[in-house]
């Protein structure tokens, strides 16, 4: 495995001759000062990385030849759907960068009553690349070759009727409440949808729809944790019971 990844957003084969992204060539010449001759590795998100080797450098372009693939495999054995309500700031990107690193397969934003973040369809579009870019991101220093999900937000009720269609998945469904302890949950499947509310918490109504559409109430102890917290304890008890880590 090479020390240095980039993504590049393009079909990749053996002895081709590619050029560089624009900051992927900056990185590469400026900051870790690669010359004709060194090599990286180059993902697309396909399940491969493909060993580059510099062939020629010039101020503005860097152009590497394809020499070497192998295909990497560093997914998780669970199949995790993250649920997660709109969060404020830049809470929604730590959630998922840490995601990310931590296995999950995809992210569905979701808006919901008590959501402090409004999205109109044109903020919407634009969150959504961001999001993809932290997620590829993510990829390149983990090491992952298939890249995550990321869905465009939608709302809380539209997205749980889609749901609902889909009888194989364990669904879980957070709650500071009186609900059964993660720790005790059997598996039931390995596809797995988690879902976390926002800073105020699910309304009376969105919980009792979610757990009519077979979702389970859990929570991980006396403790309430924040919106941006729950995902990542969730997802490593997740990988530590059932997952990477078991």
């Given amino acids: 495995m090479e020390e240095n990844r980039f993504y590049h957003p393009e079909n990749l084969e053996l002895k081709q001759v590619v050029e560089l992204g624009a ?3 900056i990185h590469a010449t400026k900051v870790l000062r690669l010359k004709v001759g060194d090599q990286f590795a180059l993902f697309n998100g396909d399940g491969f990385d493909y060993v580059a080797q510099v062939t020629e450098v010039s101020k503005h372009k860097t152009f590497v ?7 990497v495999n560093h997914e998780s054995l669970l199949k995790i759907t993250l649920a997660q309500s709109l969060a404020a700031g830049d809470k929604m990107d730590w959630i998922i ?11 569905q934003p979701l808006l919901t009553e008590r959501s402090i973040i409004k999205l109109d369809r044109e903020r919407a ?4 690349e961001h999001w993809k870019t932290i997620a590829i991101s993510a990829c390149e220093q983990t090491g992952r070759a298939t890249i995550p999900v990321i869905l465009s937000p939608i709302h809380f009720n539209q997205w749980l009727s889609e749901e609902n269609l889909k009888t194989d998945n364990l669904k879980l469904i ?13 598996k039931l499947s390995n596809s797995i949808v988690f879902l976390v509310g926002p800073e105020g918490g699910f309304s009376e109504k969105e919980m009792a729809l979610a757990i009519n559409h077979a979702f389970i109430p859990i929570n ?27």
């Fill in 174 to 186: 957070l709650t500071p409440s009186k609900a059964q302890n993660i720790n005790h949950l059997d």
């Fill in 97 to 107: 960068q840490k995601a990310v690193e931590l296995g999950v397969h995809t992210v």
């Fill in 220 to 246: 991980f102890g006396q403790r309430i944790l924040r919106t941006e917290t729950a995902p990542i304890v969730a997802l490593s008890i997740l990988q530590n019971l059932w997952g990477d880590f078991a």
């Fill in 23 to 25: 900051q992927t060539h």
């Fill in 65 to 71: 030849e394809i020499i070497n693939q192998y295909e």
């Fill in 125 to 128: 579009d634009k969150k959504l």
